[in-house]
């Protein structure tokens, strides 16, 4: 049973960068999309971007543009997410969730989530 | 403010029927991307509980149906029970952002 298993719980100062990464454990994501979405607390969902692997392209949302990041390592079983010049807006807890290849894809797996703190 | 809107709460009694909407616009829904459905129990990643409008993933009970049609799309929950009580978000396509977003989320209160 293909999942997604993604790093741990950061705490982050104003201003700095968090990577989280998402790891696929069984299938790489040679075949696959995979989103990021975040959640702020006690807020909803929030799309951030996506990235094809094999296709090597990304797609961000304009919220994000120029501050978030999303890569794959060589093989294409761990994804990335960097987000810069944290604030405290950023709080939030991180998905990653795998879909098909197209960009109106839904996703089918996430990961458990990683609860990203920025604070002073 | 969500591209896609949905009301903050919906509520019914264990065996009733619930529906919950998502209206869009041209761009997105009206524009024939598909929508998608999920559900989130506290604590807990989402869940994908209707894809491509109103196929069920398999594990998904025949309860969960979803609907499309103009500029909006339905989730309907049918034999309410006290497991269904979640947050239910819809997702789509938006062409003129170039980017899938969601809706606000509705909370959903089994009386």
């Known amino acids: 049973q293909v999942q997604l298993v993604q790093s741990g719980a950061e705490v982050k100062k104003p201003g700095s960068s968090v990577k989280v990464s998402c790891k696929s454990s069984?299938?790489?994501?040679?075949?696959?999309?995979v989103s990021w979405v975040r959640q702020a607390p006690g807020q909803g969902l929030e799309w951030m971007g996506q990235?094809?692997?094999?296709?090597?392209?990304?797609n961000y949302a304009q919220k994000f543009q120029g501050r978030v990041s999303i890569t794959a390592d060589k093989f294409s079983t761990t994804i990335y997410l960097e987000v810069s010049s944290l604030r405290s807006e950023d709080t939030a807890v991180y998905y990653c969730?795998?879909?098909?290849?197209?960009?109106?894809?839904?996703?089918?797996?996430w990961g458990q989530g990683t609860q990203v703190t920025v604070s002073s | 403010q969500s591209v896609l809107t949905q009301p903050p709460s919906v509520s019914g009694a264990p065996g009733q029927r619930v529906t919950i909407s998502c209206t869009g616009s041209r761009s997105n829904i009206g524009a024939k991307y598909d929508v998608h459905w999920y559900q989130q129990l506290p604590g807990t990643a989402p869940k994908l509980l209707i894809s491509?409008?109103?196929n069920r993933p398999s594990g998904v009970p025949d309860r969960f149906s979803g609907s499309r049609s103009d500029t909006s799309a339905s989730l309907a929950i049918s034999g309410l029970q006290a497991e269904d009580e979640a947050d239910y978000y819809c997702q789509s396509y938006d062409s003129s952002l170039s980017a899938s977003v969601f809706g606000g989320g509705t909370k959903l209160t089994v009386l």
């Open positions: 491509g409008n109103n």
């Open positions: 069984g299938v790489s994501f040679s075949t696959y999309s």
């Open positions: 990235i094809f692997p094999t296709l090597h392209i990304t």
């Open positions: 969730a795998r879909g098909d290849q197209i960009p109106s894809t839904s996703s089918d797996i």
